[in-house]
């Protein structure tokens, strides 16, 4: 069963740098057959795709978040990364991550996803 | 970006009533598009995948239909359970994404 687990602080200073990492168990990252997304989702609204990665290539971004945001994959650990530079209020949210797609251009969805973490920015 | 049109964004139905939320992407998105069901403080959980397959242990009275850029979902018979948002997804481009949602409550 693939599962994966949000961490990182909860409270973010205006202006400094979000900081999260989601580990994954039953499945590799190292394998290469699938992206891995992050999501966020402020308090009653919808839902926002931030980014991907796959091993295989350089991440790829929302062109809007472009320039503030890193996504990156420690395949010793298992484990994404997430870090979102000059925070503000707007940034507030819970953040998930997710697998998915599938590499190779197959039409696959979002499959599996974390519980989310709720990231606050406030001093 | 595609934009993603769901419609309406919110209903209020009847338990057994036929329910169906439609989705309108703004360009084609082949068969890249997928269906979401969000409970309150719960993560997406995936119910459709590429237009029709519904997912494993999801019940038989959701199911998804369309193409090119008209999307729908349907309830067959609302159930007390089915009380949530639901969400469309396409990952045919960059960025992908989401409709804004359709709250679905039972009179």
């Known amino acids: 069963q693939v599962q994966l687990q949000e961490s990182g602080p909860g409270l973010v200073e205006p202006s400094q740098t979000l900081s999260l990492t989601c580990t994954v168990s039953?499945?590799?990252?190292?394998?290469?057959?699938?992206?891995w997304s992050w999501i966020r989702q402020p308090a009653g609204k919808g839902l926002e795709w931030i980014g991907r990665i796959c091993i295989r290539e350089t991440a790829q971004y929302k062109p809007s978040l472009k320039g503030r945001v890193t996504i990156s994959a420690d395949t010793s650990k298992n484990q994404l990364s997430l870090s979102l530079t000059s925070v503000t209020a707007a940034d507030t949210a819970v953040y998930y991550c997710?697998?998915?797609?599938?590499?190779?251009?197959?039409?696959?969805?979002?499959?599996?996803w974390g519980q989310g973490t709720l990231v606050t920015v406030s001093s | 970006d595609i934009q993603m049109t769901q419609s309406p964004s919110s209903l209020s139905a009847s338990e057994g009533d036929r329910v169906t939320i439609t989705c309108r992407a703004s360009?084609?998105?082949?068969?890249?598009f997928h269906w979401y069901q969000q409970k309150p403080g719960k993560a997406p959980k995936l119910l459709i995948s590429?237009?029709?397959n519904l997912e494993s242990g999801v019940p038989s009275r959701f199911s998804g239909s369309g193409s090119g850029t008209d999307f729908s979902l349907t309830i067959s018979s609302l159930q007390p359970e089915d009380v949530a948002t639901y969400y469309c997804?396409?990952?045919?481009?960059?960025?992908?994404?989401f409709g804004q949602g359709t709250k679905v409550e039972i009179k």
């Open positions: 360009q084609p998105v082949s068969n890249f």
């Open positions: 997710a697998r998915g797609p599938r590499y190779g251009g197959v039409p696959s969805p979002l499959d599996y």
């Open positions: 039953g499945d590799s990252i190292s394998s290469g057959r699938h992206y």
């Open positions: 590429t237009v029709s």
């Open positions: 997804l396409q990952t045919n481009n960059i960025p992908h994404t």
